[in-house]
């Protein structure tokens, strides 16, 4: 998938831009919905109070302050739902699965319960799209925009690059739903792998 983009031009925006570039668009979807493709397996997310607790160790608070987020998660999807489109999320996971990861699956558990569906992969899934290179971060909103989410090397969010080639979106996206359609349910993932997942014994 890195050379499709390659072969393309896109607009390289600041994160300021990138979230207010997103933010315009993400609710301006009438068709094809919004896809999502995460490749990375650590992040850092400065500013997320669950994070920042599970970063320090807090395991028992970080998990307290995902459930304080149910209302507003209903509430979003709650309102997505009313704009007519539905988000679809692609999670590759690696074992053994790393502290990041830990953290984010109960976040992504409950967007799935509320409305964001997402799905799991292994990285044996991409191996033949990778070629060397881990396949980008990918966001489609509809059929209008596209961006490949930018990290500095700690996995903080910097910006992102923009594509607006329909064609260029279109095949990502069907990439991405081929991806989801071999995928397992988050919920399903989540039951199985519940004891390496657990946090409240941390």
Known sequence: MRDILESHSGERLTLEAYLADFNEHFWAIREHDFWKLERRQTFQEPGDESWEAFSAGDSRKALQLLEDRRGD????YHRITGAGFRTWRVRVIEEPITPYLRWELHL???RHAYGGSVRVIGPGVVQEMESGNQLPELVTLGATVMYEVLYDEHGIITGGVRYADHGLITK???IIRELYAAGEDLEDFFVRNHADLDLSND
């Open 73 to 76: 998660l209903q509430d979003y």
């Open 108 to 110: 992504l558990r409950l």
């Open 172 to 174: 990502c996206r069907e």
